[in-house]
């Protein structure tokens, strides 16, 4: 009889685990900032003759492995789904990291501001400091401005954007003020990206110092200094026509992201802007071929001459020609027939 008893009690077990990957896999696939309510649960028909005991030991279930989350909506009690992958997260944090994180994640595309977090986890400021740094440092929480209050710290998880009626700009100062500085920094790593995904670098056989006995101080400044009377013997070449893999504003974004030149997440939004004012300014421009996502300079971006107006570099047709990409010896447009190359070259 004992034996007997176990089997079933394994039996009901193995049943209730069924019914909470049927009850996880129809909740997940329905938006996660869905809240749900005991009657929404039932209303799957999931749980044989809406047994609510079955449906208590479901949800412990389900909340012991971190895939449902409890809430409270005007004082009832409800719970939010959460994917196996953001699970997976909760299992490598501390009781404090976890807790904190909860909070975030909670708070859906609103975010949440650093002050409500110490007060709701009821955590000593340093130690939420702390848990705050461990887990942007875990790419799990990013923090975001927020324009009504410009002075204060909010997060949100990474996998999320904050929503409209919380969105600001990180081109601006705390006063509301364009900020400048910023925005030429952004502007200087935004066009060098773009630049070195678009075309690639030459340098021919030059004579060179032997690699294998130690230059003396004379030889190396005599070697610098022929470099930078010769800059352009460093050729910049575009990549073939036809070509569709030049950068596009979310790569931009994750690439700005992840080099961690910038101590502040520049979103999407504000890359596009940026991206527009390049373009306006007849930095970059949008690739051909690529239904206008991504982008390309217009020319090498030459470290001399190329960014005075007045050179003889930033004065050839190459870097303007709107037909640059089809530009090759065996195309339709080359260097051998075209007469605005032939008119500069005259001049």
């Not at 909340?63 to 699970?87: F, M, P, Q, Y």
């Amino acid at each position: 009889m004992a034996a007997e008893s176990k089997v079933e009690i394994q039996d009901e077990l193995n049943g209730i685990k069924h019914l909470c990957s049927i009850i996880h896999a129809v909740c997940v696939a329905q938006p996660l900032e869905k809240l749900w309510f005991q009657e929404d649960f039932l209303d799957l028909n999931v749980i044989p003759s809406g047994d609510l005991e079955k449906l208590q030991q479901c949800i412990q279930g389900l909340s012991s492995e971190g895939l449902l989350k409890l809430h409270k909506k005007d004082g009832i009690t409800c719970w939010r789904v959460v994917t196996r992958e953001n699970a997976a997260k909760y299992r490598n944090l501390s009781a404090e990291e976890a807790m904190i994180y909860s909070h975030i994640d909670s708070s859906g595309k609103d975010g949440i501001w650093a002050r409500t977090l110490r007060l709701r986890s009821n955590l000593h400021e340093a130690v939420c400091k702390t848990c705050l740094k461990s887990l942007e440092n875990k790419r799990l929480i990013k923090q975001f401005k927020n324009p009504k209050q410009p002075r204060s710290k909010f997060y949100i998880s990474t996998s999320l954007q904050h929503s409209d009626k919380e969105s600001g700009t990180t081109l601006k100062t705390e006063d509301g003020e364009w900020d400048e500085v910023f925005i030429d920094h952004l502007h200087l790593w935004i066009r060098d990206y773009v630049h070195r995904n678009c075309w690639y670098e030459v340098t021919p056989e030059q004579d060179k110092l032997s690699s294998e006995e130690t230059p003396s101080k004379e030889d190396a400044e005599a070697a610098r200094a022929e470099a930078l009377r010769h800059p352009s013997k460093i050729t910049w070449l575009p990549l073939p026509p036809g070509y569709k893999e030049y950068p596009t504003i979310p790569e931009i974004t994750k690439a700005l992201h992840d080099s961690k030149v910038f101590n502040v997440e520049v979103p999407e939004t504000d890359v596009f802007h940026l991206l527009e004012l390049l373009t306006w300014d007849q930095l970059i421009e949008k690739a051909p071929n690529m239904d206008g996502r991504g982008y390309k300079t217009l020319g090498p971006v030459y470290t001399v001459g190329m960014d005075d107006p007045e050179s003889t570099v930033a004065q050839s047709p190459c870097t303007r020609c709107p037909v640059f990409d089809f530009c090759d010896d065996s195309g339709p447009v080359n260097a051998k027939t075209c007469p605005y190359f032939k008119d500069w070259l005259g001049n």
